[in-house]
């Protein structure tokens, strides 16, 4: 069983920044895709970044230059540092974790294709 718990979420101001962790505990497998999500009320959850197992990133249009997604392998923990932000970025994230030989390549930012989530942490960004 796979445990993923968030922090660092909050309210900022726009320009404001911060950063997310996404603590990993429980079985694990050497080959994975890890990546984090947010939800906006009402709107479906959609990816914003992901990292692979050998370190490759990705990031949606919307967030690229702004955000940068990172992993401490011997502390098990996924990062999130958001720069820059904009009222927009205003949703609950989430990590989701999935164990995939392919990685990245096959989960993308494809909900359906994480079976391991953490409860998610709220951002919100507003003057």
């Known amino acids: 069983q796979v445990q993923l718990v968030e922090s660092g979420g909050g309210s900022v101001q726009p320009g404001g920044s911060l950063r997310l962790s996404c603590a990993v505990s429980?079985?694990?497998?050497?080959?994975?895709?890890m990546a984090w999500f947010r939800q906006a009320p009402g709107m479906e959850r959609v990816g914003v970044a992901t990292?692979?197992?050998?370190?490759?990133?990705s990031y949606v249009e919307s967030v690229k230059g702004r955000f940068t997604i990172s992993q401490d392998s011997a502390k098990n923990t996924l990062y999130l540092q958001m720069n820059s932000l904009k009222p927009e970025d205003t949703a609950m994230y989430y990590c989701?974790?999935?164990?995939?030989?392919?990685?990245?390549?096959?989960?993308?930012?494809?909900?359906?294709?994480?079976?391991?989530w953490g409860q998610g942490t709220q951002v919100t960004v507003s003057s």
């Open positions: 990292i692979d197992s050998d370190g490759s990133t």
């Open positions: 989701a974790r999935v164990h995939m030989v392919l990685g990245c390549r096959w989960a993308g930012t494809l909900v359906y294709r994480y079976n391991h």
């Open positions: 429980g079985y694990t497998s050497s080959r994975y895709c």
